[in-house]
């Protein structure tokens, strides 16, 4: 499954283990932290910073994978992750195919935790065409270079969705913390108030940039694109491949290589956390030919929270396609 993050079988067994001896040692709620907080466990960065923003300081974030430098791609969990998810209260995993190792714990650890799935929250993916429902309600409409036949689901590029786990996680920690549940609804509400912001550049940078061509190495930013009507002419067989790790047909690559030379695209967003020979050969080609190249990564930054990282990818976009 695509971009899938793995857990071998035998650590599977070996947590598995553990997790029954343990998953009786959890602090009484409200609080599987141990110290009067509530536990909220993250697939990435991502989403616990988004966690961590609804939650403030009630409430204690493990982000499973946080470090940029690391390939979400290759992970395996351990013992002490899988005993963090059996005392959760709050379990925030993306979906999608993108992180089933959370699933897996999850059923393993045999939690009571409120799981939220932003895949699922999203709507892409609700039936085999795809959700047009959501394209029409977010206003994302189906635009040429963006099918949402397709499933992707790197949706924490799309700021609709992000609001919409933002209101899940308040809601499953409310139920872990009545007491506190006006508080985590006002942050919900403040982080909201910021996505609105995004959702407010993205119109506007739409209405300079719309229907501008890009390439991609990968689809891990095309719901940033689609919002800012950018129109994504790579080949299809060519990012799939590179986000199956799969070996990309060399007329596939040359196909790239000739929009490149030919002036056919304006910018090329390059995956930067996960890189190969041909994407750096692509990336090389359009540097070479004065085709803009921006970074986008798949973890937050170091440093960075999610609004402020994804008003980045937006200046980044802006000002690559000024000077194009």
Known sequence: MKHALALSAVSLLAVGTLAACGSDDSTSSPGGAGDGRLSVVASTNVWGDVAASVGGDLVEVTSIISDGNQDPHGFEADADTLLTVADADVVVANGGGYD???????????????????????????????SEEHAEEEGHAEEEGHSHGEVNEHVWYDVPTVGKVASAIAAGLAEADPDN??????????????????????????????????????????????????????PEAFSEAVEEGEDVPVAVVQEVLDQIGAGDIDLLFYNDQTTSPV???????????????????????EGEHYVSWMQGNIDAVSAALAAA
């Open 181 to 234: 549940a006006t508080t985590y609804e006002a942050n919900a509400a403040a982080l909201q108030t910021e996505l609105d912001g995004l959702t407010a550049a993205e119109e506007q940078l739409h209405e300079t940039v719309d229907g501008r061509p890009i390439g991609v190495t990968e689809p891990l930013p095309v719901y940033l694109a689609s919002a800012l009507g950018l129109v994504d002419r790579t």
């Open 279 to 301: 994407t750096e050969q692509v990336r090389a080609a359009a540097e070479a030919a004065g085709v803009p190249v921006v970074p986008v990564t798949e973890l937050l930054p």
């Open 100 to 130: 089933d190792f959370v699933d897996t714990m999850v059923t393993s650890s045999k939690t009571d935790a409120d799981v939220v799935d932003a895949f699922e929250l999203s709507g892409y993916g609700a039936d085999e065409g795809g």
